[in-house]
């Protein structure tokens, strides 16, 4: 009754405001405007465009009758007001920091992983850190220095379970636990039947049988695509380069790829594969294919000169597995192994969990 009585009040003093302004403007618009003029007139803020002394008539009528414009009603007004916004403010960034934080994590180790400035000190310094020389390359004892403090030039393989374990995983977790279990009790059943009744009827058996071959095929198709997933190390593995000719002590020497250290003075030449990440020191008409990295399939030029604060876009370093499509060139390999720009992404994608399929996940809450 109260807020009907507050209600009506209200629309009394709308009412009124209306019909002031009526005499002081054109009738004509007005009247077009008389709806849209009472909604704005429910909104306490476009009062006083309108007419300046309605808020005053509007406090008054509800500090009398608990209305719209009362202290009491307009401050639990502006609470709810406030608590909604709060409320709303809150879910709307649970929902951007929840989506931020998982993409923002995501971003952050991509970020994390791509960044390097070796392709913006002077080669001067970097040549310092290694204990490096540009005539004569490593010594064999600095060599043996860098080695264990940088390792191997090899990337390391994920730990992986074997084909036997993941195949009876498959047969064995899940919803095929429920398989097994009927088609067993088929057997059982069929069994005591054929103990007790000389013309048994073989139903028993043949359900049986068709919940084993069903276990059977949906647990090997399983096991077929998750070991094709996983197996991503392989397709990484078959781009690392078999040999690199490397200076040493004054020498030039061929050796095995994976024996390279950081520091290395590394000699690149048209077909070759980059062994490394490489610092280029000197080139001559050089191009890579840097498709695997990029998607670009054009040759890209490699210099001595750092001509981007990006290390994917300036010319003057050398991806570890990328292609040398023209020219030669001389470089300080700057990372090995798992430190190259490859062998991060390679980390990355191993380190990716397999998400379960919609099936798989309602099988698994049955």
């Not at 934080?101 to 040549?127: A, C, M, P, Q, R």
């Not at 192994?337 to 390679?346: C, E, K, P, Q, V």
């Given at each position: 009754?109260?807020?009907?009585?507050?209600?009506?009040?209200?629309?009394?003093?709308?009412?009124?405001?209306?019909?002031?302004?009526?005499?002081?403007?054109?009738?004509?618009?007005?009247?077009?405007?008389?709806?849209?003029?009472?909604?704005?007139?429910?909104?306490?803020?476009?009062?006083?465009?309108?007419?300046?002394?309605?808020?005053?008539?509007?406090?008054?009528?509800?500090?009398?009758?608990?209305?719209?414009?009362?202290?009491?009603?307009?401050?639990?007004?502006?609470?709810?007001?406030?608590?909604?916004?709060?409320?709303?403010?809150?879910?709307?960034?649970?929902?951007?920091?929840?989506?931020?934080?998982?993409?923002?994590?995501?971003?952050?180790?991509?970020?994390?992983?791509?960044?390097?400035?070796?392709?913006?000190?002077?080669?001067?310094?970097?040549?310092?850190?290694?204990?490096?020389?540009?005539?004569?390359?490593?010594?064999?004892?600095?060599?043996?220095?860098?080695?264990?403090?940088?390792?191997?030039?090899?990337?390391?393989?994920?730990?992986?379970?074997?084909?036997?374990?993941?195949?009876?995983?498959?047969?064995?977790?899940?919803?095929?636990?429920?398989?097994?279990?009927?088609?067993?009790?088929?057997?059982?059943?069929?069994?005591?039947?054929?103990?007790y009744l000389e013309d048994a009827p073989s139903d028993y058996l043949y359900l049986g049988i068709v919940l084993s071959l069903v276990v059977l095929i949906s647990g090997t198709f399983a096991y077929y695509q998750e070991a094709k997933s996983s197996r991503i190390m392989d397709s990484f593995k078959k781009m690392v380069p078999q040999c690199a000719v490397v200076l040493r002590e004054g020498n030039l020497f061929e050796i095995d790829a994976t024996d390279l250290v950081v520091g290395d003075i590394v000699h690149m030449k048209l077909g070759d594969k980059i062994p490394a990440d490489v610092r280029l020191i000197e080139s001559d008409g050089f191009k890579v294919?840097?498709?695997?990295?990029?998607?670009?399939?054009?040759?890209?030029?490699?210099?001595?000169?750092?001509?981007?604060?990006?290390?994917?876009?300036?010319?003057?370093?050398?991806?570890?597995?990328?292609?040398?499509?023209?020219?030669?060139?001389?470089?300080?390999?700057?990372?090995?192994?798992?430190?190259?720009?490859?062998?991060?992404?390679?980390?990355?994608?191993?380190?990716?969990?397999?998400?379960?399929?919609?099936?798989?996940?309602?099988?698994?809450?049955?």
């Open positions: 009754v109260v807020a009907s009585r507050a209600l009506a009040d209200s629309e009394i003093v709308i009412n009124r405001a209306v019909a002031r302004l009526e005499n002081k403007s054109d009738p004509n618009s007005i009247m077009k405007e008389k709806g849209p003029l009472k909604k704005k007139l429910s909104k306490r803020d476009s009062y006083t465009f309108l007419n300046p002394q309605v808020p005053a008539i509007i406090n008054a009528v509800g500090s009398t009758q608990g209305g719209v414009g009362s202290p009491v009603r307009r401050q639990r007004l502006e609470e709810e007001s406030s608590d909604t916004d709060e409320s709303c403010a809150g879910d709307r960034t649970f929902l951007i920091q929840g989506k931020s934080e998982k993409s923002g994590d995501l971003l952050g180790d991509l970020k994390k992983e791509l960044e390097t400035d070796y392709h913006k000190i002077s080669l001067e310094v970097l040549l310092r850190k290694f204990g490096s020389n540009v005539s004569t390359g490593l010594s064999q004892n600095q060599a043996d220095i860098n080695m264990g403090r940088f390792g191997p030039n090899v990337l390391t393989p994920p730990d992986d379970v074997s084909d036997w374990m993941l195949f009876l995983e498959h047969l064995t977790g899940g919803f095929s636990v429920l398989l097994w279990v009927g088609a067993f009790l088929c057997f059982g059943a069929f069994a005591v039947q054929k103990a294919d840097n498709s695997a990295l990029t998607g670009e399939s054009e040759p890209q030029s490699r210099n001595a000169t750092c001509t981007h604060d990006n290390p994917l876009e300036t010319k003057n370093l050398c991806f570890f597995s990328t292609n040398a499509l023209e020219g030669t060139a001389k470089g300080l390999v700057i990372s090995v192994g798992d430190s190259t720009l490859m062998g991060r992404i390679a980390g990355l994608a191993t380190k990716l969990e397999v998400e379960e399929t919609p099936m798989a996940q309602e099988m698994a809450h049955f």
